[in-house]
Antibody
Framework: QVTLRESGPALLKPTETLTLTCSFS??????????VNWIRQPPGKALEWLAR???????YYDTSLETRLAISKDTSKNQVVLTLTNIYPVDAATYYC??????????WGQGTMVTVSS | DIQMTQSPSSLSASVGDRVTMTCRAS??????LNWYQQKSGKAPKLLIF???SLRSGVASRFSGSGSGTEFTLTISSLQPEDFATYYCQQSYTTPRTFGQGTRVEIK
């Protein structure tokens, strides 16, 4: 059974760094063809793809955010970490992690809501 | 980056109606197109992958078609549990991009 769960702070101040952890089970990020994506959704708005890390540690980022984003994995802990530096109020959103296998994003976590306020 | 455009942005329909929505890609994405359903306050759920393959466990009233730049999601007979927002996503290249969604509302 594949499950993913996001965790991290619910409230940050502007200019702080957001660090989110995706803890997963039921699959291995050592398996060829497996990736984990981060996707966010501002309140009332559409889904926005942020980043992806592949089984071989290849990393991809959204073009407009790549200078502020970093993704990493710890396969021994079955975790993927996303950091977003210099956070703004526009970064307030629900952040999801999701498994991708052979280009299919098939399982999603429940999401974690992040608020940015001074 | 490949831009994904969904239409309409919202539609009103009744239970039992046939509903169709469209997703267009700014460049050809072959058949690397996924459809998701999202209900309020919940994570998206995968319905269709590779443009027309129905995910196991998803009701057969959902179907997808298309290739290249134009894709369609059809619900053959709308059920009460289908009122939600539907998103397309291309998985042809990175960055992966989503459409803006089509909200299906009760008439």
């Amino acid at each position: 059974q594949v499950t993913l769960r996001e965790s991290g702070p619910a409230l940050l101040k502007p200019t702080e760094t957001l660090t989110l952890t995706c803890s997963f089970s039921g699959f291995s990020l050592n398996t060829s063809g497996v990736s984990v994506n981060w996707i966010r959704q501002p309140p009332g708005k559409a889904l926005e793809w942020l980043a992806r890390i592949d089984w071989d540690d290849t990393k991809y980022y959204d073009t407009s955010l790549e200078t502020r984003l970093a993704i990493s994995k710890d396969t021994s802990k079955n975790q993927v970490v996303l950091t977003l530096t210099n956070i703004y109020p526009v970064d307030a959103a629900t952040y999801y992690c999701a498994r991708e296998m052979a280009t299919i994003v098939d399982f999603w976590g429940q999401g974690t809501m992040v608020t940015v306020s001074s | 980056d490949i831009q994904m455009t969904q239409s309409p942005s919202s539609l009103s329909a009744s239970v039992g109606d046939r509903v169709t929505m469209t997703c267009r890609a700014s460049h050809s994405i072959n058949k690397y197109l996924n459809w998701y359903q999202q209900k309020s306050g919940k994570a998206p759920k995968l319905l269709i992958f590779f443009a027309s393959s129905l995910r196991s466990g998803v009701a057969s009233r959902f179907s997808g078609s298309g290739s290249g730049t134009e894709f369609t999601l059809t619900i053959s007979s709308l059920q009460p549990e289908d009122f939600a927002t539907y998103y397309c996503q291309q998985s042809y290249t990175t960055p992966r991009t989503f459409g803006q969604g089509t909200r299906v509302e009760i008439k």
